[in-house]
């Protein structure tokens, strides 16, 4: 529920106070720094407690030192700014009051250039709550500012206010609002979230990545319906566990994603998600996926912790190390598979750790390639979140080509092997398989060259209509082994 603009002229001589997080943009800026900050100094999650310890408002002040910032890229919420902008025609002073540290608080005032002064959070002094009501009445007296705000701490300020104006969606803040200030004015949230938009954070189109759990049970031919219903359930937790993941990978990536030509349409980097939410999603996710472990086995839950510990790992730091990380995300790949193995208790053969090493790390090449490509193409400049400059393309593309063949070697060897007997009375129609195999990596580096390819290559192999019917045949020619 909107008022008209002309409400925001209702006195010329009585200030408008804004405040910044929630309300003037649709993100929360200290959460930003500080999951900006931990994902960008290897001690940062010490760090924080330690400033934590001494204060509010030192963290901030530390936070907000020590990682980047461009108020250009902010989600605004165009309601409120539109009615600042009547507001500063008719002559009122326009103040920026928020909790957030005084660095972040000019330069946002400096970018919009609206307003007649800024009241902020310091090193010493976290200006939220009674201490920004106590501020105000100091600075404009009791009654003889109006306030723009969107949370319940913005109550005690409303209180010695003239006019409450709430840029929330929340009914029941809308009536403690009105307890206070019977004649409050309600301006749109901004935040328009849809159930589209938390797919899209979630990441749901990336669950056929978990498919992988399934491997082990085709390959060790445990067809059983007790394997099928935990591979499944091994399916359910992982996902979860990854969905988890990405929300805190979003999080710590929210700049670099602004900046990206893509990455910037995410619901976090768009503030169509608040932090808070990402956080509080991120964590029931994790919960959820740790206690679904707990009924499979002790192993698989002991495999989703190492997971979850390694890609957190590569959150924070390890995809800013050159090629480190490119192994670290094909073991992330292969652990699915491991996953699977223990969720149905069979062991893992040595065959197909090795080959899915080796594909994995080609796929993982590709999308890396495929990322500077775009970033060449667009004129970016190199990743200011990855190890890698736009001239790397040619290594990285050899470097996936022989990871590729190398997938390929690894399978003839396996056909021509004492162990691929025990599993095919037929196991010379698996040699077909290898120039098929051939045939789908060299199309996958001629489309990357060419720039066709997707941002993620295991997406594009799941949903690609040529590796859809190559997939089919190869597994009619694992089917001819075993009953022709």
């Not at 005032?109 to 105000?136: E, H, I, P, Q, W």
């Not at 939410?277 to 989703?304: P, Q």
């Amino acid at each position: 529920m909107s008022e008209p603009k002309s409400s925001a002229a209702t006195s010329a001589h009585t200030p408008l106070i804004v405040d910044l997080d929630g309300t003037l943009v649709t993100t929360d800026v200290f959460i930003e720094d500080a999951f900006a900050y931990i994902g960008s100094h290897l001690a940062g999650m010490l760090n924080v407690l330690g400033a934590l310890f001494r204060g509010k408002a030192q963290l901030k002040q530390l936070v907000a030192a020590q990682t980047g910032f461009d108020a250009a890229l902010l989600p605004y919420n165009e309601t409120v700014l539109a009615y600042i902008k009547v507001a500063k025609a008719s002559g009122r002073k326009i103040y920026l009051a928020t909790a957030a540290n005084e660095q972040r608080a000019e330069a946002v005032a400096k970018y919009l250039g609206v307003f007649d002064g800024v009241f902020a959070s310091t090193a010493t002094n976290n200006l939220s709550g009674s201490n920004k009501a106590r501020l105000l009445v100091e600075k404009f007296g009791k009654g003889q500012f109006d306030y723009i705000g969107n949370e319940t701490k913005d109550l005690k300020i409303w209180r010695e206010g003239r006019e409450a104006i709430i840029v929330s969606s929340s009914a029941a803040l809308v009536r403690q609002a009105r307890a206070v200030a019977p004649s409050c004015i309600v301006l749109d949230s901004g935040v328009k979230c849809s159930a589209r938009d938390w797919r899209k954070a979630l990441r749901i189109h990336q669950y056929s990545k978990n498919t992988l759990v399934f491997i082990p049970l085709l390959t060790s031919h445990s067809f059983t319906a007790a394997a099928l219903i935990n591979s499944i359930t091994a399916f359910v937790a992982f996902s979860l566990a990854a969905s988890s993941i990405y929300l805190i990978n979003d999080l710590i990536d929210i700049w670099a994603d602004r900046r990206h030509p893509t990455k910037c349409k995410r619901p976090l980097a768009r503030g169509v998600i608040t932090p808070k939410a990402g956080i509080f999603a991120a964590f029931g996710l994790m919960l959820a996926a740790l206690w679904i472990a707990t009924t499979l086995s002790y192993y698989y839950l002991a495999v989703l912790v190492g997971y979850i510990v390694l890609t957190t790992s590569y959150s924070l730091f390890i995809k800013r190390k050159l090629l480190i990380d490119i192994i670290v995300l094909s073991l992330l790949y292969t652990m699915r598979i491991w996953a699977g193995a223990a969720a149905i208790d069979v062991a893992l053969s040595n065959w197909l750790l090795t080959f899915s090493l080796f594909i994995f790390t080609a796929l993982a090449l590709i999308k890396r390639y495929t990322e500077l490509a775009t970033r060449l193409d667009a004129n970016l400049d190199n990743p200011s979140n990855r190890n890698y400059r736009k001239d790397d393309l040619p290594v990285i593309g050899a470097l996936a080509a022989a990871c590729g063949m190398n997938a390929v070697t690894v399978f003839a060897l396996y056909v021509s092997s004492d162990a691929v007997a025990a599993l095919y009375p037929h196991p010379d129609f698996l040699w077909i398989n290898c120039p098929i195999l051939i045939y789908l990596f060299g199309r996958m580096l001629m489309m990357a060259q060419r720039r066709e390819m997707h941002d993620d290559p295991i997406v594009f192999v799941l949903h690609d209509r040529i590796w859809r019917i190559a997939i089919v045949i190869m597994a009619a020619v694992f089917l001819l082994a075993m009953f022709a």
